[in-house]
């Protein structure tokens, strides 16, 4: 044996194995499960590099693991006969935090204040859990490559630990010895470690002995007939993955013979995983080669969007040696993908019809992201029989249609598809846009988050029914559709000569707005509110133009039209002080007015205080003016 050398724990590892020492988490029999884990992983790697013919020590050594009780002095060792680690690896490995797990971890008890003991579980913290029952852990490791000694690490958990070589053999793999704590005799108990494992670690494809006898019956359950598999064991092995308490939402496990070979069995969790909205690297498959894991998570067996599914694919087809380089290029890799991406979306539409309800969770939970498919060109026509919207037939935000439902309820001569965008349901409803289709009775989906109006326009349209933007709605061409509303005011019809004023007035209005819009007229689509802003370029909605400012960093304010409504009563009262002073300044400040209201509507206002003092400022002139004709004078 070499002196010791004592090294410190990086900063970060010392504050997690705080929260961990100091944690009063109750079910901390999940260390033994970090820790098969671990040794399971090193099997892996074992079998994996003996696979593609690399040279390591003792290479007909049986893959296993072993757990052996000391009663007398309270230890437990956990020893595989796995890949090993160098002392330098033992250092990088054990000192530092690699995993983007704990890394997760530790934020959201520093930084969003979590009970640690609420989570640890969850994030599974990896070796370090073991220091909830270890007052003193020793590893053991020899390294499967190369003739260097075995290496031994020693640490109580705080701020440091000892690193030394050592002359005897101890064969190759790792061996953990857990200098139990005084309360952890329960560990000590094989029948509960027998328990235990069965509980959280019985799938794992290595046999597990205690005290020499085994425990784990290692089935690859994927492999097996579905006919034989009760739904109790594919709601234990989904736990097993993914130490979810609830079962999946929903299992799909499929056999496939063309154009490859290959089994999967995959599930959707009931709750998202994403973080912030995105996945990062945390999606993927388990790919495995005739049962040997060949990588965690791979992420060219599904596409992105279908990131939510958690689970296995196995394929026989597949070269042993397929290194974690060459998957991305290899073609049955995405053949297997595209199959997979065709299943899952059938099963997808097989839910959608037989079980609504939990369609709707699915939608709820994974439907974020999920909607990033429309990316994929090649399933347009399944992807947008799986979209769902909120819309105008509901009562409140949280119910949703499919675009067949929205199909079927179209009104006999409606043309197109149509959809209103806005950060509410509350702001969608008050947009003057939607009030000529609110008018008529048509159906407008609505859509809150940005990316909708991308997925829209990349699904283009359905059952040849074009998706259009209400406020590129051609109010001429919804002429044979009756209004179902009557308008609530009947203004009297323009004269000729007061319809030339009118124009006038607009030319008047345009003056005084200038460069800010490109035009101002009389719209056809506005019922109640009296001005709206239309978007000249047709092709993008005014929704979509904001979202491509933000992308490019532009602040300015894009040009519009501004639309006039002729028969709204403030327009009449206008034209009557026009037609008495077209220079009457009282037509100055509603023309602001009007364009910085449509403004603030279109999300484009870039400073609300002008609009707000002005608002004083015209409050004041209607006060006076009905004080004094009501003569109400103090
Ligand atoms: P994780 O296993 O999630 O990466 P851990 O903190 O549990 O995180 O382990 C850190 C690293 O230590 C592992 O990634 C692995 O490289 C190494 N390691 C842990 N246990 C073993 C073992 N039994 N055999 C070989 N290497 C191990």
Not at 95 to 121: C, H, M, R, W, Y
Not at 168 to 175: L, P, V
Not at 224 to 245: G, M, V
Not at 469 to 474: G, I, K, Q, R
């Amino acid at each position: 044996m070499t002196q010791p050398e004592t090294h410190q724990f990086q900063a970060e590892t010392q504050k997690l194995l705080n929260i961990i020492i100091n944690s009063i988490y109750t079910n901390r029999e999940i260390f033994l499960r970090e820790l098969i884990s671990n040794a399971s992983d090193a099997l892996d790697k074992v079998r994996f590099e003996q696979n593609r013919g690399s040279q390591i020590v003792e290479p007909e050594k049986d893959l296993e693991i072993r757990i052996d009780l000391d009663k007398t002095n309270r230890w437990i060792t956990v020893s595989d006969t796995g890949i090993g680690m160098t002392k330098q690896e033992v250092v990088n490995n054990l000192g530092t935090i690699a995993q983007s797990g704990t890394e997760e971890f530790l934020k959201k008890v520093t930084e969003n204040n979590e009970n640690p003991d609420n989570i640890i579980g969850r994030f599974g913290v990896g070796f370090y859990s073991v220091f909830m029952v270890a007052e003193q852990v020793i590893i053991k490791s020899r390294s499967a490559f190369g003739e260097e000694n075995p290496v031994q690490w020693h640490s109580k958990g705080l701020g440091e630990y000892e690193v030394q070589e050592l002359e005897e053999d101890i064969g190759r793999g790792t061996q953990v010895e857990i200098g139990l704590q005084d309360g952890d005799q329960e560990f000590l108990d094989a029948e509960r470690l027998k328990s235990i494992i069965r509980n959280h670690s019985n799938f794992i494809s290595f046999p597990i002995y205690v005290d020499g006898e085994k425990v784990n019956t290692v089935p690859a359950l994927w492999k097996q007939s579905k006919f034989q598999i009760t739904q109790e064991q594919y709601d234990e092995f989904y736990k097993f993955l993914t130490y979810d308490t609830e079962g999946p939402l929903e299992t799909i496990h499929v056999s496939v013979d063309a154009p490859v070979q290959f089994s999967a069995l995959l599930f959707i969790p009931p709750r998202t995983t994403a973080m912030f909205d995105t996945y990062n690297e945390d999606y993927g498959l388990d790919l495995y080669v005739n049962r040997v894991l060949i990588q965690r998570r791979n992420q060219e067996v599904i596409p992105q969007y279908l990131g939510f599914l958690k689970g296995v694919v196995d394929s026989e087809d597949l070269p042993l040696n397929l290194s974690r380089e060459t998957v991305q290029e290899n073609t049955l890799i995405q053949k297997i993908s595209s199959t997979l991406t065709k299943q899952v979306l059938n099963r997808l539409q097989e839910m959608a019809q037989k079980r609504p309800e939990d369609y709707a969770t699915f939608w709820r939970e994974h439907g974020k992201l999920f909607k990033l498919g429309y990316t994929d060109f090649g399933n347009r026509d399944k992807f947008a029989e799986l979209l769902r919207f909120n819309s105008s037939v509901h009562d409140s935000a949280e119910e949703l249609t499919s675009l067949q439902e929205y199909v079927d309820r179209m009104k006999t001569s409606q043309q197109e598809i149509y959809y209103i965008s806005g950060s509410s349901r509350e702001g969608i409803l008050s947009n003057p846009h939607l009030e000529l289709l609110r008018k008529k009775g048509i159906e407008v989906l609505f859509l809150y988050e940005p990316v909708d109006e991308f997925v829209l326009q990349a699904v283009g349209s359905y059952k040849d029914y074009p998706l259009k933007a209400a406020e590129h709605v051609n109010p001429g061409d919804l002429e044979n559709i009756a209004s179902e509303e009557e308008s609530k005011e009947e203004q009297p019809e323009l004269s000729q000569q007061e319809q030339s004023q009118l124009e006038e007035m607009l030319g008047r209005m345009k003056q005084r707005l200038g460069d800010s819009v490109t035009e101002v007229r009389r719209s056809q689509r506005l019922s109640e509110s009296p001005a709206c802003l239309v978007n000249p370029d047709g092709s993008m909605s005014s929704q979509m133009q904001k979202i491509m400012h933000m992308m490019q960093k532009d602040d300015s304010v894009p040009k519009q039209i501004l639309e006039i409504n002729p028969d709204h009563p403030l327009t009449r009262n206008m034209l009557s002080i026009y037609r008495n002073n077209p220079e009457d300044s009282f037509l100055d400040k509603a023309t602001d007015q009007l364009f910085e209201a449509a403004l603030l509507q279109t999300g484009y206002l870039p400073d609300p205080h002008s609009l707000v003092t002005r608002s004083f400022d015209i409050l004041a002139d209607a006060s006076r003016w009905y004080t004094q004709a009501n003569k109400l004078n103090l």
